[in-house]
């Protein structure tokens, strides 16, 4: 079976990259040759990431605008792409370029028959300070120690998932533990996961606003509340 595609472009004061990034999810799904949609969510951007987003809309029917009224951090898009998506393969691309989604694209048959959803570690991780490779790596031995998920070396690039995975399952983070949240989530309640590798490429313009202070510490908040609900079996 041959499942439609969503995919949703995350995007905060992106008007630099964004036009790029959906022309290249477009060209990918095009040639993919299944049906799709592309939800471009602006995450309360102060520049001309909404006006952008509005051109792409008007240039394909495939194309949809998304607006939050204000900033409500990483995460928030991802959880607006899951509501909204109406095909049957949920996936996220960031519109800063530090993916190649040809490579992402070439993975969605696995979810055909074969997965329930896919995880990508990523090649390397260029531009990379030492305090983001420090941060990093600190987040996936916590969530290795926190949630046994030890078999899964890297699983913070890349998700891919089954549509129906998301039927009853409650998301309680909207921040950027929400993708490890469900991953803990879908391997608690047996659905089939398989490890795929891809590049990351260096972002071309602009900075990550993933490893501000705040997001830092919500982040870490969310992992041990969903940690201590999960230990008393409160998750559901």
Not at 148 to 168: A, K, M, T, V, W
Request: glycine share 8%; proline share 4%; charged share 30%.
């Amino acid at each position: 079976m041959e499942r439609s595609v969503s995919c949703t472009i995350l995007a905060f004061n992106e008007e630099e990259t964004l036009d790029e990034a959906v022309t290249e999810v477009h060209g990918a799904l095009t040639d993919l040759g299944r049906p799709f949609e592309i939800l471009v969510v602006d995450d309360g951007s102060t520049d001309r990431t909404a006006d952008v987003g509005r051109q792409l809309e008007a240039r394909w029917p495939e194309v949809r605008l998304i607006r939050h009224g204000k900033n409500l951090g990483p995460g928030s898009a991802i959880l607006t792409g899951i509501r909204n998506a109406s095909k049957d393969v949920i996936c996220f691309h960031p519109a800063d370029g530090q993916v190649d989604f040809r490579e992402v694209a070439s993975f969605i048959p696995l979810l055909d028959d074969d997965a329930d959803l896919l995880i990508g570690s990523r090649s390397g991780r260029p531009g990379y300070t030492l305090f983001r490779r420090f941060a990093s790596q600190t987040y996936i031995t916590l969530t290795h120690t926190l949630f046994g998920l030890r078999e899964y070396d890297d699983f913070n690039f890349i998700y891919l998932y089954r549509r129906e995975i998301f039927d009853g399952m409650p998301i309680d983070s909207d921040g950027i533990f929400m993708c490890t949240e469900i991953l803990v989530r879908a391997v608690d309640r047996g659905y089939r996961v398989q490890r795929i590798s891809a590049e990351c490429k260096p972002r071309k313009v602009g900075l990550t606003k993933a490893f501000r202070r705040p997001v830092i510490q919500k982040t870490f908040r969310d992992m041990f509340g969903f940690w201590w609900k999960r230990r008393s079996g409160k998750t559901d």
